[in-house]
């Protein structure tokens, strides 16, 4: 039984089970440049291919792999992300800086107890 705190921390186990769920992935002007930086493309290309409109309008979010369930258009095979050196702060900050409702019956981080 978990003694978890609402400032518990968590170790990623890299299951990839975030990656495939369903939202938005929002990205700043700065994660575009250095997303296309890291694909080796032009940032209008970029924005064109793999981003899209988010939900409330605001900004992009990163498109989910067609004909998918909400998977991330990044995530290859079950927990590779394609862009893992480069990913967007929203990806990388989860489940320590941020965690969506129901978190824990999908995600396999671990908590630190060091």
Avoid: H
Wanted: hydrophobic content about 30%.
């Amino acid at each position: 039984m978990s003694n978890e705190t609402p400032s518990s921390r968590y170790l990623c186990q890299r299951c990839g089970n975030c990656c495939r769920w369903p939202g938005d992935v929002r990205i700043t002007d700065a994660e575009v440049k250095k997303i296309a930086g890291f694909l080796g493309i032009r940032e209008p290309d970029f924005i064109e291919g793999y981003t899209r409109l988010n939900s409330n309008r605001t900004g992009l979010s990163i498109i989910d792999r067609p004909g998918g369930a909400g998977e991330c258009i990044f995530l290859n095979g079950v927990n590779e992300c394609l862009i893992q050196p480069v990913k967007p702060l929203q990806c990388s900050g989860f489940p320590n800086q941020w965690r969506f409702p129901g978190w824990r019956q999908i995600c396999e981080a671990i908590e630190d107890v060091s």
